[in-house]
């Protein structure tokens, strides 16, 4: 049953990057000794089992907007956060998931990336020297040999 319910709200979809959730709901009958007549469990229980369950995966891993169909998504890092506020603050949201910066030497220096979505972006061998990339989600994302001096990463 939750697993249906799951499959047909796509914002509870699991998704490969997300570590598996096991929801499990048991009832006080088993550990106490009830007549088997009264061990099966009454159909309010199985809704609030079933909600409860939907809750915690609803809240067990990040809820992410859609990926940008911006054509030039990736190209808004080099212009980073038009507000400049490094509290994760943006009049719209800096969607650099999948992109490619390898070997970026010159367009990502001293930009603010602040709040921005960073999942399996590649920056490697980047120059990010006195960058800000304060509340950044950026889980997935390679920084191999990215030079990060003088940069605010917190």
């Known amino acids: 049953m939750l697993s249906r319910i799951i499959n ?19 009832s006080s ?8 007549s ?9 809704v609030a089992c079933g909600l409860l369950a939907v809750c915690t995966v ?13 054509p030039n998504r990736c190209e808004r890092a080099f212009v ?5 506020q490094a509290n994760g603050v943006y009049n719209k949201p800096l969607d650099l998931r999948f992109c490619d910066y390898t070997n970026e030497k010159s ?8 709040a921005a979505l960073m999942s399996d972006a590649k920056f490697d061998g980047a ?3 006195e960058a800000v990339m304060s509340k950044a989600y950026a889980v997935g994302a390679s ?8 940069a605010v990463l917190d």
């Not at 980073?80 to 400049?84: A, D, E, K, P, R």
Request: hydrophobic share 25%; aromatic share 4%; with cysteine.
């Open 107 to 114: 367009n990502l220096k001293g930009k603010s990336v602040a």
């Open 127 to 129: 120059d990010m020297s």
């Open 58 to 70: 609803a809240t067990a891993s990040p809820r992410l907007p859609p990926l940008s169909t911006e």
């Open 29 to 36: 009958a088993a550990s106490k000794r009830v007549p088997k």
């Open 80 to 84: 980073g956060n038009t507000i400049c």
């Open 143 to 150: 920084f191999k040999g990215t030079d990060f001096s003088n």
């Open 8 to 26: 047909k709200t796509p914002w509870l979809s699991s998704s490969s990057t997300h570590v598996p959730l096991r929801v499990t709901c048991s």
């Open 38 to 46: 009264e061990e099966s469990s009454s159909p309010l229980r199985t």
